[in-house]
Each structure stands twice: as C-alpha cells, then as structure tokens.
T-cell receptor
Framework: ETGVTQTPRHLVMGMTNKKSLKCEQH?????MYWYKQSAKKPLELMFV???????ENNSVPSRFSPECPNSSHLFLHLHTLQPEDSALYLC???????????????FGPGTRLTVL | QQQVKQSPQSLIVQKGGISIINCAYE??????FPWYQQFPGKGPALLIA?????SEKKEGRFTISFNKSAKQFSLHIMDSQPGDSATYFC??????????FGTGTRLQVFP
C-alpha cells in the first residue's frame, strides 16, 4: 500500500448507528487531517493532529470523535449522525506542522458517507 | 477574512483551448497558494503552488499568475486536454499551515 488509504470507501448508516472511518498513511508523515467535502462547498477542515496531538478542532459537533493512536493511523468515530452529515470525508497527511506555510497535504480517496 | 473565493463554478472548454480559473483572498497573512486537482472517486492532489514573492509559476501546461496588490491568483491550463477534466480547487495558507480552500471549479474539456 502506498500513499494515504481510507476504509471503508462507502458507508450507509442510520442515525442511531455507531461506525468508524479509518485512515492510514504510508508516507512517514507526522500530521494528519480530517476534511468534510459537501457539494458546492469548500473543503471543510474538521480536525488536525500533529505528532499524535490534536492541534485543531474546527468547531465540529461532538457526534464526530477523532482518534489518532500513532502518526500513521487516524480514525473518525461517528455516532447519532444527522442526514446533513452525509458527505465525502477525506483524510490527508503532511510532513508536519512546522510553522512554515509550505506543507503539501496528500489526500486519501475519501469515504462516501450516507446517513439515512 | 479567512475565505478564498473561486470562480467560475464550472467551465467548459474545447480541446486545445485555454482554461482559466480565478481566486481571490482577503487575508494578507496568506503566503502559500496551492492548486489541487480532483478526479471523480479520488482525493485532491497537489497540482502546482506559488509563493507571493513571484508573479508567475509555470509547470508544463499549467501556470499560476499571482497579483499580490489585487490579492488575486489564477490557474491557466494551456492546450487543454480531455484528460484535464476534473475539479480544481485553489487554496491559501498562512503559518501554521492551515489550508483554506475555494469552492472548486468543475472543468470539462470536450474533444
């Protein structure tokens, strides 16, 4: 496996379900991100982890819970979601947050989430 | 202040033509401006990026033009090909590396 992988690629869940999205990066990076991509809206940054520490929570509802056990893995735990949470959830990784604004982010293919 | 405004929302170009996508920003602290390309079923991938100390950067058929005083930057795709059909996102970043994305432009290149 190379680059950034995400599983599952598609997920359909009811509002009362609990599910988790998984992201793994094989690039030796130290920073990982969760984004939400909805139609006709900018990519919305949700969470940032740098060296396994959460450095950004962009006012995300508590029904989304991230977990970063190590620099290579990132999870997004989902519970009691709403239909408006249906979107493409993208994971990305980068070398690390150094305070220098040259930080190419590498994206995974995303998980297409549908909440019924 | 944190927004990046992108236009047009969609663009149809004939093969061999020039595709132009524009972005504007307000935050003068932004100092890194990448463009990402996204094909259906894939995540965005970095295409080309520029720092504000230069007014133009060219990589193959892709050129970024940057106007610091107007706080605008644009992507030009020369000799557009059907394989260029994708969604393009501009973005801007200031330390510590948080990217702010535009809304995206869906480009369709017809043979």
């Amino acid at each position: 496996e190379t680059g950034v992988t995400q599983t599952p690629r598609h997920l359909v869940m009811g509002m009362t379900n609990k599910k988790s999205l998984k992201c793994e990066q094989h690039l030796g990076h130290n920073a990982m991100y969760w984004y939400k991509q909805s139609a006709k809206k900018p990519l919305e940054l949700m969470f940032v982890y740098n060296f396994k520490e959460q450095t950004e929570n962009n006012s995300v509802p508590s029904r989304f819970s991230p977990e970063c056990p190590n620099s290579s893995h990132l999870f997004l735990h989902l519970h009691t979601l709403q239909p408006e949470d249906s979107a493409l959830y993208l994971c990305a990784s980068s070398q690390g947050l150094s305070g220098r604004a040259i930080n190419e982010q590498f994206f995974g293919p995303g998980t297409r989430l549908t909440v019924l | 202040q944190q927004q990046v405004k992108q236009s047009p929302q969609s663009l149809i170009v004939q093969k061999g033509g020039i595709s132009i996508i524009n972005c504007a920003y307000e935050n003068t602290a932004f100092d890194y401006f990448p463009w990402y390309q996204q094909f259906p079923g894939k995540g965005p991938a970095l295409l080309i990026a520029i720092r504000p100390d230069v007014s133009e950067k060219k990589e193959g058929r892709f050129t970024i033009s940057f106007n610091k005083s107007a706080k605008q930057f644009s992507l030009h795709i020369m000799d557009s090909q059907p394989g260029d059909s994708a969604t393009y996102f501009c973005a801007a970043s200031a330390p510590p590396d948080k990217l702010i994305f535009g809304t995206g432009t869906r480009l369709q290149v017809f043979p």
